[in-house]
């Protein structure tokens, strides 16, 4: 049998690393691959992509541009091209890098395995970036972790078609895991000592399976109750959900789960009623504020974290400070936000863009420096505040202990004796932007 080395480069987001982990496990499971971090020591090259901003195209044959070479060195050598960018280019790939033996989607790359031999014996490239449905959740071997925290794929998809995403074109259509394949995953990662659940999905909060055979019918709400019912497991994050399904359910729910942090990102992308609706965005600045309200009236601390595009086509002076206002007015803790990039076969991309780049660069720096702002000021209140931590592991860089808060902040501390994977009690004394320094004072109990 070859000595299959796999080297997996990851773009993008959680969701794009979720699916690597899962990638590594099935090549792992099915063609015996040990994983190398040298890709000159590998002979199969997987490239998992994103395409949701920048110039993903150009990024991609830069990349594979330096593969090439060792292609030609060795020729036994598998390269495969996988994710949002295979998905939207597909075939196009290879009239600018023809050496690729394997184009995947983001639902195909249970797949990859099979099409490995495929390739070996028949000496051709392969492609198959089609939507089977569910069929990839189903390959997924349950995994073997080390870690306190994991990621778990619940959706993926998106049927909102934002007008500036990629997404619902790469990605497909909304589909639902089967809760109970969901609970069998968590269940598996609990026993291995797993307490930290986050959970993934496009829109998380439409996660909706069905089987209308055996009238068996789950929202997110009782798969969250089931998730807080499974032992060892403290801490539920989630990412991403959408305003327009945030439900009166959803939030009365913090009332019940502990175990939900009081922290959560939910994109708001613009404070301009116009802009939003320019956007498809389905709300409006008000009903973004009414969800934040309610969650605040239940838990009084939450804290709120938004995503921001900036220099969408047609966005004025007014509709900019409009999203500042909003960030200021909602008190908002640490934001992603982006420069507006046109994705190819979007409805934005066909809208006029009449701001200048610098203009869009002085809105992002400027809207860059009040979430900053915001950021630090979340984090100094922190300060001689005691703070439950979730000990990771040891940081290579200065060699303390390092977790998070339950608002995701990373904590630094120093202690005499093994903590990892506990939940600790550490005084905050001393906060940076993003990471914070503490004293260590307690393991929990529990
Ligand atoms: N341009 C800029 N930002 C985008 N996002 C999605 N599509 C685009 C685009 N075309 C941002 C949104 C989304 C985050 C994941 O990426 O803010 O919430
Ligand atoms: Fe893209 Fe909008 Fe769907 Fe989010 S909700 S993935 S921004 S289309």
């Not at 404070?271 to 838990?299: A, C, H, P, T, W």
């Not at 009084?300 to 206002?325: L, R």
């Not at 809105?363 to 915001?374: D, E």
Request: hydrophobic letters at 35%; charged letters at 25%.
């Amino acid at each position: 049998m070859l000595n299959n080395k796999l080297y997996i480069k990851t773009w993008g987001c959680q969701m794009n690393e979720y699916d690597s982990s899962k990638i590594i496990d099935i090549m792992k499971k099915e063609l015996n691959c040990k994983i190398t971090k040298s890709v000159q020591n590998a002979n199969i090259l997987i490239l998992n992509t994103c395409s949701i901003r920048e110039k993903a195209q150009e990024k991609l044959f830069h990349q594979l541009g330096r593969w090439k070479n060792l292609k030609k060195n060795n020729p036994e050598i598998i390269i495969g091209v996988g994710g949002c960018v295979a998905s939207q280019e597909g075939e196009k790939i290879l009239k600018r890098a023809y050496y690729i033996d394997i184009i995947f989607g983001p639902q195909t790359f249970h797949r990859l395995p099979k099409m490995i031999y495929k390739v070996r014996k028949f000496k051709k490239y392969l492609i198959d970036i089609s939507f089977p449905k569910i069929e990839k959740f189903k390959s997924f071997p349950l995994t073997k972790t080390k870690n306190v925290s994991s990621f778990v794929t619940i959706m993926e998809g998106c049927n909102k078609y934002c007008t500036y995403c990629i997404v619902p074109y790469t990605r497909g259509k909304e589909i639902s895991r089967p809760y109970k394949d969901i609970i069998l995953e968590i269940k598996n990662l609990s026993l291995q000592g797993v307490k930290e659940i986050h959970l993934l999905g496009q829109n998380v909060n439409s996660y909706n399976y069905r089987n209308i055979i055996k009238q068996d019918y789950c929202n997110f709400t009782k798969l969250l109750k089931m998730i807080s019912k499974i032992k060892n497991i403290k801490r539920i994050r989630f990412t991403t959900s959408h305003p327009q399904n945030f439900s009166d359910d959803l939030i009365n729910i913090y009332k019940k789960i502990p175990q939900l942090v009081s922290f959560l990102h939910l994109p708001v992308q613009s404070g301009s009623d116009r802009i939003l609706s320019l956007m498809k965005r389905r709300y409006n600045v008000n009903e973004y504020i009414q969800i934040i309200n309610k969650l605040k009236n239940i838990r009084p601390n939450i804290q709120i974290s938004s995503d921001f595009i900036i220099g969408f086509p047609s966005e004025t002076k007014k509709d900019f400070y409009d999203t500042i206002s909003l960030i200021l007015d909602i008190d908002l803790d640490m934001s992603f936000s982006f420069i507006y990039s046109a994705r190819p076969g979007t409805p934005a991309s066909k809208m006029k863009d009449n701001i200048s780049i610098n203009e869009k660069k002085e809105r992002l720096h400027l809207l860059q420096y009040y979430l900053k702002q915001q950021t630090k000021k979340f984090s100094l209140k922190m300060i001689n505040t005691i703070q439950i931590v979730l000990v990771e592991g040891i940081s290579t860089q200065n060699n303390q202990y390092f977790g998070k808060t339950e608002n995701n902040r990373t904590v630094f501390f120093t202690n005499d004796y093994n903590c990892i994977g506990e939940f600790v009690n550490v005084k905050i004394i001393d906060s940076y932007l993003y990471s914070l320094y503490a004293k260590f004072i307690s393991v929990c109990k529990n």
